[in-house]
């Protein structure tokens, strides 16, 4: 659309430019035939008929020139408009690229936070005083210590980050209320509990975190 705007200018200029050579070709055989019909004594009524119709003339050509002028800068700003909308469009697909390569893993990361819930009960489920006397039950902890580690160091290269609101404010955007609380110790709306975390994708709130808010 770009380079037929401009291909349309470039004709436009030159259509003019040709215009104006006829204008002035025009004058100067009206002159000539004046001059001529003046020494001839073809012309009885008075001397400033030829006068009269080169200035005619003159205005025809100039109202001309004006319009011509006219829709060349109404076509030069449709030129600009049309070069603004191809620029706006693409920055706009940019960033859609750019968003789906992002996010494109948003669905996978939200199962696989299933998995390091999973991993993280299964951590709290083991008794710890028991660790001492059992090695086998010391080497399934450690194992499973040392697997949800790997997978949250996973998320964490790919741009998936845990969110543990503890003692911030309510955020809607990024918690979710299961219940109130009294406590007199923080301000109203604080997150003093949090029953599961919530996780961000590059920024964006993959699934929130869900928590106990404190009231008056």
């Not at 436009?12 to 055989?29: N, T």
Request: positive net charge; proline residues 2%; charged residues 30%.
């Amino acid at each position: 659309m770009t380079s037929r705007a401009g291909l349309s200018m470039l004709v436009f200029g030159r259509s003019l430019s040709q215009f104006r050579a006829v204008v002035s070709a025009r004058q100067s055989r009206t002159l000539r035939q004046a001059t001529t019909a003046l020494g001839n004594g073809r012309l009885y009524s008075t001397e400033k008929q030829p006068e009269e119709a080169a200035a005619a003339e003159q205005n025809a050509a100039t109202q001309e020139v004006e319009r011509l002028t006219k829709e060349l800068a109404e076509s030069k700003d449709k030129y600009m408009r049309a070069l603004a909308d191809g620029e706006n469009m693409r920055t706009r697909l940019n960033k859609q690229i750019s968003d789906a390569k992002i996010f494109a893993i948003q669905s996978f990361c939200k199962d696989l936070l299933e998995v390091a819930d999973t991993l993280g009960h299964a951590i709290k489920a083991v008794p710890k005083d028991k660790l001492g006397d059992n090695t086998d039950l010391k080497s399934l902890y450690e194992g499973l210590t040392m697997t949800r580690a790997s997978l949250l160091q996973v998320f964490k290269r790919n741009g998936l980050e845990a969110v543990d609101p503890i003692n911030q404010k309510f955020d809607p955007n990024l918690h979710e209320a299961l219940f109130q609380k009294e406590d007199k110790t923080v301000e109203a709306n604080t997150v003093v509990e949090v029953t599961k975390l919530g996780y961000k994708l590059h920024e964006r709130c993959v699934r929130p975190a869900l928590v106990g808010v404190s009231k008056c």
